[in-house]
Nanobody, 121 residues
Framework: QVQLVESGGGSEQPGGSLRISCVAS????????MGWYRQAPGKQRELVAM???????DIANSVKGRFTISGDFLKNTVSLQMDNLRPEDTATYYC???????????????WGQGTHVTVSS
């Protein structure tokens, strides 16, 4: 079984910073991409940032220049440094990982349980 455990998040004022992290554990042969989605109340879940094992990183335009994604594919961890936070960043942030549990297994996506981020004065 694969587990994704998220940490960090919380409440911050506009202009502040928060960092969230996600660790994947369990039966893991290889991880191909790790990243973050978010879902605000009443809105669809959207991609925030994704890190690929080959080095590429995708960042949503809405957070570009403010958020930084980092990934360690040996330690199976991905983090999101969120700076200059805005009220519209308020959402539940979900870790998402694409991995292979064994050499012969298909690639499978896993989701974390979500961590809340609230930006308010």
């Amino acid at each position: 079984q694969v587990q994704l455990v998220e940490s960090g998040g919380g409440s911050e004022q506009p202009g502040g910073s928060l960092r969230i992290s996600c660790v994947a554990s369990g039966r893991i042969f290889a991880i191909y991409r790790m990243g973050w989605y978010r879902q605000a109340p009443g809105k669809q879940r959207e991609l925030v940032a994704m890190r690929f094992s080959g080095g590429r990183a995708d960042i949503a335009n809405s957070v570009k220049g403010r958020f930084t994604i980092s990934g360690d594919f040996l330690k199976n961890t991905v983090s999101l440094q969120m700076d200059n936070l805005r009220p519209e960043d308020t959402a539940t942030y979900y870790c998402k990982v694409l991995l292979q549990e064994s050499y012969f297994a298909d690639n499978t996506e896993f989701w974390g349980q979500g961590t809340h981020v609230t930006v308010s004065s």
